[in-house]
């Protein structure tokens, strides 16, 4: 088990690396190369039988085909991995979600909010340095192999801070029509908090300096973009999350930000209300004449 799970870190890349020398035309000794392969399908004979032995064991448990095999991957493949690979094509998902218009997880009756406005500016700055560093070293690097090699990497690189950034354009924070609010981050955070653990939602512009995802002493969270938050959102009891890489936490009071905060406090703030009143018990019937 823990040599399949040691493979699983190490195949990857060495496929990786072997084909973009491939793709990039250098000559690998046909001995390298027959070697590269047996060692590949060694692996992944070696990840398939194990996997089948985890199939067959969650199968006894009681359990249906589906979940078998889900559990059978998680017991696997390690949990930074999978999610390192989840979150790249989420992204690239996301990336076709924005050449063709559309958004992800915004149902009927759902008030999206976006969060891009203060990180904007910076990403595609990101996206210009990149493309000017693949430009100049295309010009500087004499070597053909290693030109071709940097290249492939800078464009792929490229390729995936445009499809970061369209991660958080179609993946916005959602109000429900029910009064549930979801917060994200592109493809790396996502956060469900039913209407019944919301006890108040209020506009809050903070400043926090540090990472992406806080965790407080005092059992905040703080969901940072371009370093500010807008909407601070008290629950009843801790709601647990995840982080980008698979720990848990849990917190009972969220601060995100978003682009329009006083919309997307308004728009929870109507969603509650209209929750309310639906599901009030009707007044007792007047006594008869």
Do not use: N
């Not at 009927?108 to 990180?119: D, E, F």
């Not at 179609?170 to 996502?190: E, K, M, N, Q, W």
């Not at 903070?206 to 938050?229: M, N, Y």
């Amino acid at each position: 088990m823990k040599a399949a799970r040691l493979a699983a870190w190490v195949v990857l890349p060495a496929e990786i690396a072997l084909i973009v020398l491939l793709v990039a035309g250098a000559e690998v000794p046909p001995v390298v190369l027959l070697v590269a392969e047996a060692f590949v399908l060694g692996v992944l004979v070696l990840e398939t039988v194990v996997l089948l032995r985890l199939y067959a064991s969650f199968r006894r448990t009681g359990r249906g085909r589906r979940e078998a095999l889900r559990a059978a991957v998680r017991s696997l493949v390690p949990t930074t991995l999978r999610r390192l690979l989840l979150h790249e094509l989420r992204a690239l998902h996301s990336l076709a979600l924005w050449v063709v218009r559309r958004r992800h997880g915004v149902g009927a009756g759902a008030h999206p909010a976006a969060y891009t406005g203060p990180q904007t500016a910076m990403m595609y700055g990101f996206v210009f340095v990149s493309v000017v560093e693949t430009v100049a070293l295309a010009v500087v690097i004499p070597w053909p192999l290693v030109h071709a090699i940097t290249l492939i990497i800078d464009v792929y690189g490229v390729v995936l801070l445009i499809a970061m950034q369209a991660s958080c354009v179609t993946r916005p924070h959602v109000v429900g029509a029910d009064g549930s609010l979801r917060i994200r981050y592109g493809a790396l955070f996502d956060l469900r908090i039913r209407p019944e653990d919301i006890v108040h939602a209020r506009v809050d512009r903070r400043f926090p300096d540090g990472k992406l995802i806080q965790l407080r002493e005092d059992g905040s969270l703080d969901l940072v973009v371009a370093g500010q938050t807008t909407v601070a959102v008290e629950l009843t009891a801790p709601v647990g999350f995840v982080r980008p890489l698979g720990r848990h936490g849990s917190a009972h009071t969220v601060r995100f930000h978003a682009d329009d905060p006083k919309a997307l406090v308004a728009a929870l703030t109507q969603a509650a209300a209209l929750t309310q009143a639906r599901t009030a018990p009707s007044p007792p019937p007047g006594r008869p004449a």
